[in-house]
């Protein structure tokens, strides 16, 4: 998490609408009513509690999602260790470390991406599970089981591959012990747990008149998302195989190898059945799941860590009896020991870092910034005043947060907008109402815009011939004109066009 700090980084593009998201539940909007996003609601809520904690800084959310790497590890390391072995724990939790680094901060853009959150809930669902293991009655396991899964649909609702392994593993458990029925009775005990949260979060959004706009928002647009996707299944296990697979996958031999032996009754490894299939299918579950995006987008993969891990857990049992009683032999304080003084040499410039860090936070009370200083923020909160609407044209919503200004419209970005087959005229309209109606006093037009999902505001204005030739509903030609007649270009900035509200703008755009 320290090269990915708010001192240093500015917030993604999902981490910007998940931050301003929170930012408005604390102000007391409604998800999906007063701001368009495709998430699961859960999200919003977990920011608006980090935001709380940090006072309005993400240095709160920052922590949450620190706290939940944390628990990660240690649910890699206990599983693993009550499955295969101490060693397959430190194994695994060391693994699923490197891996949640090189597909998290490290290798992301960003942090703060709904699969941390749900890959902790998933982890604690696994756990929970191990625990009914030979366990005649734990009917509040089984419902907790399905309050964890049911929180992870929450965040989203494709995070649901460790879901359908645990139940499938049940019913099959059920099935080859001659118990069908107690296999059931566990699913329907998950399915309970399940049906719970999702009872009391299908409630409130009717409380507060938002179910209908959640359907539309995160099935609907999110059926459409997938159908124009551009990339091929392919392509997208070659990028996942080649940057996270190419170890675990040949840990798949040696995982046969062991189920091979525990089916045949040739126990030369402390073997936990159940668990070991749970990885066989489980893995397989998420990444079809990933198939199904049809995009390419590094953090889908973050999912398939926990497998991943387990499975370099799995390596260990293969290792020869003679080289693991040796390793036994090691007196049990020197292996913690010399892996803190290796962390410690490896990691000393991080060491040092998170001392600068804490030092200015907590001790320099010179300073008075707790975040990055960016130069389009800055111009943002200077040129506009608290309460003063802004319209951040694109995706990155992150300017709407750090300035702490709101958007005039729900559609606080435009891609549902430019979505064929989900857009009409009327979101168009409603769009449009909202400009006349409380015009914002600045739009900044990053021109950092995903061109698979939308056109920039640039090319939009200079689009000749007609919108509909290039298949967008009719009503942005009116959104075209209010945009020329009422606002002129003010200032460029780090890339980003700065268009005021101004009445009469020149012909070129240009502001006298």
């Avoid at 001659?178 to 049906?195: D, Q, Y």
């Avoid at 990028?239 to 031999?253: D, E, K, R, S």
């Avoid at 668990?275 to 990933?290: D, K």
């Amino acid at each position: 998490m320290v090269p990915k700090d708010p001192l240093k980084v500015l917030p993604g593009r999902d981490s910007g609408v998940f931050l301003y998201g929170g930012q408005q539940v604390l102000a007391g909007s409604v998800p999906y009513i007063d701001f368009w996003d495709h998430k699961g609601p859960l999200i919003y809520y977990v920011n608006a509690i980090g935001l709380l904690i940090g006072q309005g800084s993400r240095w709160g959310v920052w922590m949450l999602e620190f706290l939940c790497l944390v628990a990660i590890c240690l649910g890699l390391y206990w599983m693993a260790d009550h499955a295969q072995g101490g060693l397959a724990g430190i194994a695994s939790m060391g693994f699923g470390a490197v891996l949640l680094s090189r597909g998290g901060p490290y290798h992301l853009d960003t942090t703060n991406y709904v699969e941390t959150y749900s890959i902790f809930l998933n982890i604690t669902g696994v756990v929970l599970w191990s625990t009914t293991f030979n366990r005649q009655r734990s009917t509040w396991r089984w419902a907790m089981i399905g309050v964890m899964l049911g929180l992870s649909f929450c965040l989203r609702p494709n995070n649901i591959g460790t879901a359908i392994a645990i139940s499938g593993m049940e019913i099959y458990l059920g099935y080859k012990s001659g118990a069908l029925k107690n296999g059931f009775r566990n699913l329907l005990g998950i399915m309970t747990g399940t049906l719970v949260i999702l009872a009391i979060l299908f409630g409130v959004l009717l409380a507060q008149g938002a179910f209908q706009e959640f359907i539309d928002q995160v099935f609907v647009y999110n059926f459409f998302y997938t159908q124009f996707g551009s990339t091929g299944p392919i392509q997208i296990l070659s990028q996942g195989i080649t940057g996270w697979v190419w170890l675990p996958a040949m840990c798949y031999l040696g995982l046969a190898t062991i189920l091979n032996r525990t089916i045949n009754g040739e126990k030369k490894a402390r073997v936990d059945f159940p668990f070991f299939l749970f990885l066989l299918i489980g893995l397989p579950i998420e990444i079809a799941i990933t198939l199904l995006s049809q995009r390419v987008y590094t953090h889908y993969f973050i999912l398939w860590v926990p497998y991943l891990a387990w499975l370099i857990g799995c390596a260990i049992l293969l290792i020869p009896q003679v080289i693991q009683e040796q390793i036994n032999r090691i007196p049990s304080y020197i292996l913690p020991v010399a892996l803190a003084a290796g962390l410690i040499v490896v990691n000393s410039q991080t060491i040092q870092t998170i001392s600068r860090q804490f030092n200015r936070l907590a001790l320099d009370r010179s300073e008075r910034h707790t975040e990055v200083i960016n130069p389009i923020v800055d111009y943002v909160t200077v040129n506009t005043e608290p309460g003063e609407n802004v319209l951040v044209w694109g995706n990155d919503v992150w300017i709407n947060y750090l300035a702490d200004r709101q958007s005039p419209t729900r559609y606080i970005y435009q891609y549902p907008l430019f979505m064929p087959g989900y857009t009409h005229g009327k979101k168009v309209s409603e769009f449009l109402e909202d400009m006349r109606t409380d015009p914002p006093n600045l739009i900044v037009s990053t021109q950092k815009v995903d061109y698979r999902d939308m056109l920039s505001l640039e090319t939009l204005l200079e689009q000749q011939g007609g919108v509909t030739k290039i298949g967008l509903p009719i009503e942005f030609e009116a959104v075209i004109a209010f945009i020329k007649r009422n606002y002129c270009v003010h200032d460029t900035i780090r890339g980003a066009t700065i268009y005021q509200l101004f009445d009469g703008a020149t012909t070129d755009y240009s502001c006298p």
